[in-house]
């Protein structure tokens, strides 16, 4: 069983950066694959990142590619994702998944989930 909880979510303008945690609670969570979707008002949860449990695999959608960097600490049960040129259109909730195995950029490849923390990207 793996229990999410993430932060770092605000507000912040056009071209700035935050950077997202999830800190995990759970003895296994070294061979988990983590990944960060989100959602849009109005919009479906899409995949963001994901990164396999040895640190060495990661995956991005291509709206972040270049611009989002997704790391994991499994001695700090956390992980993380680095956000930077933050544009209006990532204003979404961001949510933290896990899964045993592989990367997966599907919402049904996750079997835990966090509660999401809020990212508003405006002027």
């Known amino acids: 069983q793996v229990q999410l909880v993430e932060s770092g979510g605000g507000l912040v303008q056009p071209g700035g950066s935050l950077r997202l945690s999830c800190a995990a609670s759970?003895?296994?969570?070294?061979?988990?694959?983590m990944g960060w979707f989100r959602q849009a008002p109005g919009k479906e949860r899409e995949f963001v990142a994901a990164?396999?449990?040895?640190?060495?695999?990661?995956d991005y959608a291509d709206s972040v590619k270049g611009r989002f960097t997704i790391s994991r600490d499994n001695g700090k049960n956390t992980v993380y994702l680095q956000m930077s040129s933050l544009n209006p259109e990532d204003t979404a909730v961001y949510y933290c998944a896990a899964r045993p195995g592989g990367v997966g950029v599907k919402q049904l490849d996750y079997h835990y989930w966090g509660q999401g923390t809020q990212v508003t990207v405006s002027s």
């Open positions: 990164i396999s449990w040895i640190d060495v695999i990661t």
């Open positions: 759970g003895r296994t969570f070294s061979s988990y694959a």
